[in-house]
């Protein structure tokens, strides 16, 4: 198949990138490289079906293109981590609203089925748990900079929704839960990368607010073949599904976790909302996956245990610990 990833060269779509090359399909990649990096598809580069173009999604001409050479369009192209969001919520708007509407338009020429990536972010403020597809979400006030991005990816879900049923142009909606896993970096502010980094650099390991804010961590490879598995199901058009775990953990167990799984010395600190993020912030005590539409379709059932995510990153900032080591090693011989 002809497949079009937007934000490929992203932690999740440079994932989803490298499963299908892998499986035969000739994968084309739009990224700005925004916060997506040329390093996380340097791998894919030689294959010969796969081919990467460094461009925002919102560039009309080459987008028409692109989707009008694709069978299958996964949407990932997004402004994401909350302190980026929190930091630039106009361009999180904007990248959000404006490139999924791009997407859209130029899909339903010719009715192309699109896969849209949205997030548990949507659910808001919501405290009864679990969130299934069809509860209410419950966002917080504008003024609050963080809720820019559930706003705008609730945008999106109704977007891809109403071009299903008003243009039959054949849309999913995945809500991505806290998916974490190699390649993912802690620059935009996310927890596990931030803890492993700090831990293995032996920095003080930030747990912000009191650390009793719980999340479920699915690892990227189970997410890229949900991804897949829902892109590809006859019976997904115009439905939402949620992607994730239901292991819970909180923030300060993580932590402690974290530095007993890496061997740290690093302390644990506890860190105010409002030093971390900004004054008012709002964070969701819980968030938990309903898992029974996607079980049901497709027969979704995570493979990775948190012990287990966690190895497979703390493994991944050793090489990359180690690596970054190496080159600065070469650059001083250099210029000896
Ligand atoms: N968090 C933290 N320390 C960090 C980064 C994040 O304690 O260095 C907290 C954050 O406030 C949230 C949770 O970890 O409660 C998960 O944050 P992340 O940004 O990874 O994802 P979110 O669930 O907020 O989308």
Excluded at 60 to 65: K, P, V
Excluded at 171 to 179: D, E, G, I, K, P
Aim: charged letters at 25%; proline letters at 4%; a neutral charge.
């Amino acid at each position: 198949m002809n497949i079009l990833i937007t934000g490929g060269a992203g932690f999740i779509g440079s994932h989803l990138a490298e499963r299908l090359v892998e499986r035969g399909d000739s994968v084309s990649v739009i990224d700005d490289l925004s916060t997506g990096s040329v390093k996380n598809i340097q791998h894919l580069k030689p294959r010969p079906n796969f081919q990467y173009f460094v461009e925002s999604v919102t560039n009309q001409r080459l987008m028409a293109e692109l989707v009008d050479a694709s069978d299958v369009i996964y949407h990932l192209a997004a402004a994401v981590g909350v302190r980026l969001i929190v930091e630039s919520p106009t361009r999180t708007m904007e990248t959000n609203i404006r490139g999924t509407e791009v997407v859209l338009e130029l899909a339903a020429k010719k009715k192309k089925r699109v896969l849209i990536t949205s997030t548990s972010e949507v659910y808001g403020k919501r405290t009864q748990v679990p969130f299934r597809e069809d509860d209410d979400l419950i966002l917080g006030s504008p003024d609050k900079g963080r809720w820019s991005y559930a706003c705008s990816k609730a945008i999106d879900e109704f977007l891809a929704l109403a071009y299903w049923k008003e243009k039959e142009v054949p849309t999913v909606v995945v809500r991505l839960f806290n998916t974490v896993g190699p390649r993912q970096t802690g620059s935009y502010g996310m927890v596990i990368p931030s803890l492993v980094r700090q831990a293995l650099t032996g920095s003080e390991m930030t747990v912000y607010g009191n650390g009793a804010q719980a999340r479920c961590f699915t690892h990227v490879s189970d997410a890229v073949r949900a991804l897949i598995a829902l892109a590809e199901h006859p019976e997904t058009t115009g439905q939402i599904y949620n992607i994730g775990s239901v292991e819970e953990i909180s923030i300060l167990e993580l932590a402690h976790k974290i530095k007993e799984m890496t061997g740290s010395n690093s302390p644990i600190v506890l860190v105010p909302y409002e030093e971390a993020y900004e004054q008012g912030f709002e964070d969701m005590m819980r968030r938990l996956p309903d898992l029974t539409k996607v079980a049901r379709t497709i027969g979704y059932r995570p493979s990775f245990n948190l012990d287990r995510i966690l190895q497979d990153i703390i493994k991944y900032h050793m090489g990359d610990l180690a690596d970054a080591r190496n080159q600065e090693h070469q650059k001083k011989l250099h210029a000896v």
